[in-house]
């Protein structure tokens, strides 16, 4: 009976350190998606020269990041309806700080205001720019997720050796 109430314990820390790293592994997530996501609608824009719209519906399958497919999918909601964007759809992204949401509402409220080649080099300037944030976010998730996890398991144990 105490085994299992030892591990319990022990699932239970090492869970609750998993869903505070998860913070940290969701916005490396975020970063490496939308990377991928520029790189594939600079491709797109240089090269097919597709409608904006088709561009996104196309790339939102292909998005492994849960909050920016949510993202696309209300950008491209917004311009089935011909509208634009707003900085609120930006702004539930929990995981982002204000300078990632800045950026983010950038990328998306310039998308379709250039000419092809034009398009091409402001997507480029993002990528660069996002690249930034990514390898900070990379740092980050290496440092501070798996000490969530790891402390979450020790405080388990820690615990279970003060209640036993």
């Known amino acids: 009976m105490t085994i299992i109430l030892v591990l319990t314990i022990i699932f239970c820390f090492a869970l609750l350190g998993y869903k505070l790293a998860s913070y940290y592994i969701n916005r490396r997530k975020f970063f490496y998606s939308l990377q991928l996501l520029l790189t594939n609608l ?17 790339n939102i399958d292909s998005i492994s990041s849960k909050e920016l497919s949510a993202l696309c999918s209300d950008f491209y909601n917004a311009l089935n309806e011909r509208n634009r964007l707003s900085f609120d759809d930006v702004n539930r992204v929990k995981i982002l700080k204000k300078d990632e949401k800045d950026m983010v509402f950038n990328i998306f409220s310039s998308l379709g205001k250039y000419d092809a080649y034009s398009q091409s080099k402001e997507i480029n300037n993002y990528k660069n720019k996002v690249n930034e944030f990514y390898s900070i976010a990379d740092e980050e998730c290496k440092k501070y997720a798996s000490l969530f996890i790891k402390l979450g398991v020790i405080i388990g144990v820690l615990v279970c050796l003060l209640i036993i």
Do not use: A, M, T, Y
């Open 42 to 58: 600079e491709l797109d824009v240089s090269f097919s020269q597709d409608k904006l719209k088709n561009l996104i519906s196309k």
